[in-house]
């Protein structure tokens, strides 16, 4: 059943203009990340190292969440706009695996979008002549700021399924990485979803340090609870296509 789901959401969004955005708009904090360690050599000195906190800066805190953001309410907005709820909700599936199947999609363009940020990272720093060694620590980073990803998903998921308008969820994405930001920087970055996408990049963070079991405990959490809340949502109300 899962499979078939899988397919179903694939044929809706292997078309679409939605996979543009996850190409250009990584570019933009790769560009600004790094201009901004270029305009700063005389304090980040640690090449590949300082160049990473300038690039994630900018796309775990603001251009990340955003993006997923988008996905997120793109994948809810079909059925919403297109009439598709009375189809959705009484196919022969259970309401569980339909929801997987957005999260599972969700948490295939977190991946694909922490891989590109990686490639966009490489030939950043051949551009500006880095000379060291890559950092064998990058595909680490990469790795869990795909899982903080997935939970930033699972959250956005369920509000556009909520919301069914298609901006709101997205400022809502946001905001979010902005609030990320704020509550790391208090020290409580563990317990908020959005903050787990910045920390699992290490972004500002300049001894690339991660506490795993918080994390992954709190990924998991996040994750299975608003995946949850979106099934019993669909279980328990009537939705009815405007």
Known sequence: MLLRCLRAELIKFRRSPVWLAFVVLPIFPAI???????????LLRSEWYSLWSQHTLFSSMFFLPALLGVF????????????????????PVPVGALCFAKLIWAAVMSL???????????????????????????????????????SVCAVQLYFSLIIRAFAPPVAFGLVGGIAGLIVTAQG????????????????????MELDFAPFLLSAFVYTAVFTLLAVRHLRRHDVAAE
Not at 116 to 140: Q, R
Request: hydrophobic share 45%.
């Open 112 to 150: 694909l979008s922490q891989a590109w940020i990686g490639a966009l990272f490489i030939i950043s720093g051949k551009i500006v002549g880095l000379t060291g060694p890559i950092p064998p620590e990058l595909l680490g980073w990469l790795a869990c700021g795909a899982v903080g990803g997935v």
């Open 32 to 42: 600004l990340g790094t201009m901004n360690y270029l305009g700063n050599l005389g």
């Open 188 to 207: 409580f970055g563990y317990a908020f979803p959005y903050s787990l996408l910045c920390i699992g990049m290490r972004a500002n963070n300049p001894n």
């Open 72 to 91: 997120c309410a793109w994948q809810w907005r079909l059925e919403h706009t297109d009439h598709n709820w009375n189809s959705f909700l009484t196919a």
